[in-house]
């Protein structure tokens, strides 16, 4: 291992650690669950209520999926910092984005599960997204569904669905860190490793590094666990579903915000679902749409200013997508959204060759 490996290289532990849990507290839950219209609502009050250590095995499960996606987005920011993404290691980000889509999928499909106010009108916005795809939309929507609209059928496929995904990235995970094992892990400077004393074995430096990170990352887990268990829900999921009542101001949960704030934020549904959907996208051609060879943000002055501002253009889309709709925030989504994809497409792409032309000039 690169001797100089900072904190920011613990959250991929803490992602592994997250996952674990969240998939032992999801087989007690399900033990207890029933994926059906009439019973689901009831079957996680009784969890909550009746069952011995429920409530504490469902707060895991709920407090899990926000460390998981905090641990996820970090991890990500450090890739994206430190060019972890480019050469020799762009298979480990494509399974890493790979493991992004199916933790979203899973978290998506979750939420639907206690079949509350927010579970069914969140999964409606998506459905009704789904349906403005031109000639496809309508039937795949109803054929994924079993039917029009959220029902029995959807809402049973939709608990299988979430129990597959969750065990298919236990998979992904190992593609994941086998790819890392060919090429190694990168480091702050970005810059290959040479010399024998510039690495360290894993045991027992990194061990003590992850494990002490570990002890603080479960503490917070901890503290949302035991502390403030509520902090992070929505009210209105403690309502059972009504599909006569729409609730006043549908919120996703923070970990999708961003996301719902890009679907708002453009007047046509199909174009805001196109706009969502390719800001991931996006993601997956940054190891060749960022050409330059310089790794790490550290030697490239340029991206050191642009890319905390893609930073904070998320966390605006993120503060957006949790608030209700006003002009003000509408305006803030369309210039985030706008900037995330300048970012990409333009700025990323002229810093690089600004870089290696220099560079060459530099070696003539
Ligand atoms: C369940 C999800 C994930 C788990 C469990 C996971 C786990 C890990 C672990 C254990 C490492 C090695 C330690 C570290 O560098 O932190 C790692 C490295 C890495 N991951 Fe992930 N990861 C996940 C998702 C992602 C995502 C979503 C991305 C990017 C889109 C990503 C990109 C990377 C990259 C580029 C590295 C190499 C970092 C370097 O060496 O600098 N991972 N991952």
Not at 115 to 144: D, I
Not at 190 to 195: A, Q, R
Not at 244 to 270: C, G, H, M, N, Q
Request: proline residues 6%; glycine residues 8%.
């Amino acid at each position: 291992m690169p001797r100089n490996l900072n904190y920011l290289w613990n959250f991929g532990a803490f992602a592994v650690v997250s996952l674990t849990l969240l998939i032992l507290s999801g087989i007690f839950l399900a033990l207890n669950y029933t994926p059906t219209l009439a019973d689901a609502f009831s079957s996680v009050e009784t969890i909550d209520r009746q069952v011995a250590s429920g409530w504490l095995i469902r707060s895991v499960h709920m407090g899990g999926v926000s460390m998981l996606f905090a641990a996820l987005y970090v991890h990500i920011a450090r890739s994206l910092y430190y060019g972890s993404y480019k050469a020799p290691r762009e298979l480990v980000w494509l399974t890493g984005l790979g493991l992004l889509l199916l933790v979203m999928i899973t978290a998506f499909a979750g939420y639907v599960l206690p079949w509350g106010q927010m579970s069914y009108w969140g999964a409606t916005v998506v459905v009704n997204a789904v349906n403005t795809v031109p000639l496809v939309g309508k039937p795949l929507a109803s054929w994924l569904l079993g039917g029009e609209g959220l029902g029995n059928v959807a809402l049973h496929r939709l608990f299988v669905l979430h129990f597959v995904t969750a065990f298919s990235i236990i998979g992904v995970i190992v593609l994941h860190v086998a790819t890392l094992h060919v090429t190694g892990s990168n480091n702050p400077t970005g810059k290959d490793l040479t010399e024998p004393d510039q690495t360290v074995p894993f045991h027992p430096y990194y061990t003590t590094k992850d494990g002490l990170g570990l002890c603080l990352f479960l503490l917070v887990y901890a503290a949302l666990i035991f502390f403030a268990p509520d902090f992070l829900t929505l009210s209105d999921n403690y309502v059972q579903a009504n599909p006569l009542i729409t609730p006043s101001d549908i919120t996703p949960e923070w970990y999708f915000a961003p996301f719902y704030a890009i679907l708002r934020a453009v007047p046509s549904k199909l174009g805001g679902l196109i706009l969502a959907t390719g800001s991931i996208v996006i993601l997956f051609a940054l190891p060749w749409l960022d050409s330059s060879t310089i790794r790490s943000a550290r030697f490239r002055p340029w991206l050191r200013v642009a890319l905390p501002l893609l930073f904070l253009a998320f966390l605006a889309l993120g503060l957006a997508g949790m608030s209700p709709p006003s002009p003000f925030w509408l305006w803030i989504s369309r210039a985030a959204v706008a900037y995330w994809y300048v970012y990409f497409l333009g700025l990323l792409p002229m810093i690089a060759r600004r870089e290696q032309a220099s560079r060459r000039k530099e070696h003539f």
